[in-house]
């Protein structure tokens, strides 16, 4: 396990974009993100159309841009797969990092993903402690290991 303390500290919020239609879900990120070692604004899009509505809305600097984005497959209105391919086809948001997060342990499904330039794929835990065993390593690897992109710039 790493340690934070040899990593420096965030001098700004991260800035998290929840694409989630499952409100426990939601709920689980949230609380195990409250543990977290720095700083995590978190927005939340119910669904693929919100989600898109949010990213427009943001590059237009009305709403937060995020850091990094934590999408679900199976979405109402537009599914996970069309998101992530109109986030990665856009030059304003190819560049944020796109980590799915889904349920579908399918290897058609994973293939997809990478496919589509997803940056992870991460099964869904089954267990409340593996759930906040999963969100504790996107936070270690996400938020302090990776570089993230400052710049909105394409």
Same mark, same amino acid.
């Given at each position: 396990?790493?340690?934070?303390? +040899?990593?420096?500290?965030?001098?700004?919020?991260?800035?998290?974009?929840?694409? #989630?239609?499952?409100?426990?879900?939601?709920?689980? =990120?949230?609380?195990?993100?409250?543990?977290?070692?720095?700083?995590?604004?978190?927005?939340?899009?119910?669904?693929?159309?919100?989600?898109?509505?949010?990213?427009?809305?943001?590059?237009?600097?009305?709403?937060?841009?995020?850091?990094?984005?934590?999408?679900?497959? +199976?979405?109402?209105?537009?599914?996970?797969?069309?998101?992530?391919?109109?986030?990665?086809?856009?030059?304003?948001?190819?560049? =944020?990092?796109?980590?799915?997060?889904?349920?579908?342990?399918?290897?058609?499904?994973?293939? #997809?993903?990478?496919?589509?330039?997803? +940056?992870?794929?991460?099964?869904?835990?089954?267990?409340?402690?593996?759930?906040?065993?999963?969100?504790?390593?996107? #936070?270690?690897?996400?938020?302090?290991?990776?570089?993230?992109?400052?710049?909105?710039?394409?």
């Amino acid at each position: 396990m790493l340690s934070v303390m +040899n990593f420096p500290k965030r001098l700004q919020p991260l800035k998290l974009l929840v694409v #989630e239609d499952c409100p426990s879900d939601v709920w689980l =990120i949230k609380e195990a993100l409250k543990e977290a070692s720095v700083p995590v604004q978190v927005s939340v899009a119910e669904d693929g159309v919100a989600a898109l509505d949010h990213m427009k809305l943001a590059s237009e600097g009305k709403a937060m841009r995020p850091d990094l984005i934590l999408l679900d497959l +199976n979405l109402p209105r537009r599914n996970g797969r069309e998101v992530l391919a109109e986030l990665k086809a856009s030059p304003t948001h190819r560049h =944020i990092p796109v980590l799915v997060m889904s349920s579908s342990r399918e290897d058609e499904d994973i293939r #997809e993903c990478y496919l589509l330039n997803a +940056n992870c794929y991460i099964s869904k835990p089954t267990t409340l402690d593996d759930y906040f065993g999963v969100v504790k390593s996107i #936070e270690e690897f996400w938020f302090f290991v990776a570089q993230l992109p400052t710049s909105t710039a394409a």
